[in-house]
C-alpha cells in the first residue's frame, strides 16, 4: 500500500522560505512521477512542480519557477519542495502526490493529506 505523509509547512512572512517532506513508503515505480499540487478553497487544484523519477527531469508551473525547487532522497524516501521569497499567493494547502504508470500514460494515484502553507 501506497503512503504519503506531508510535513513542513508553516505560516511565514513574505519573503520567508519553508522546506515541505513527503515521506513515501510502499511506492515502487521506478520510472514514473511524483509531484506537488496545491489549492485555494474554492479553486481548482494547481500543480506546482513534478520530478520524473527515472532521470530527475523537473517541471514548474510559471508561478513558482525560479522560488522553488523540487527534489527526491532516494535513499531516505523523501520528495522535498524547497519553497524560497514566498509570496501571499503561494497560501494554500500542499499535496504530495505520486503517480502510476501504464506504459506511456502516467496517472496521479496516490496522494497525501496535505500541509496547510500561510504567507502573510
Known amino acids: 500500500q501506497v503512503q504519503l505523509v506531508e510535513s513542513g509547512g508553516d505560516s511565514v512572512q513574505t519573503g520567508g522560505s519553508l522546506r515541505l517532506s513527503c515521506a513515501v513508503s510502499?511506492?515502487?515505480?521506478?520510472?514514473?512521477?511524483m509531484g506537488w499540487f496545491r489549492q485555494v478553497p474554492g479553486k481548482q487544484r494547481e500543480g506546482v512542480a513534478a520530478?520524473?523519477?527515472?532521470?530527475?527531469?523537473?517541471y514548474y508551473a510559471d508561478s513558482v519557477k525560479g522560488r522553488f525547487t523540487i527534489s527526491r532522497d532516494n535513499d531516505k524516501n523523501t520528495l522535498y519542495l524547497q519553497m524560497n521569497s514566498l509570496k501571499p499567493e503561494d497560501t494554500a494547502l500542499y499535496y504530495c502526490?505520486?503517480?502510476?504508470?501504464?506504459?506511456?500514460?502516467?496517472?496521479?494515484?496516490?496522494w497525501g493529506q496535505g500541509t496547510q502553507v500561510t504567507v502573510s
Open positions: 510502499g511506492y515502487r515505480y521506478t520510472r514514473s512521477c
Open positions: 520530478i520524473y523519477t527515472g532521470d530527475g527531469a523537473t
Open positions: 502526490a505520486a503517480a502510476s504508470r501504464t506504459g506511456r500514460v502516467f496517472e496521479y494515484n496516490y
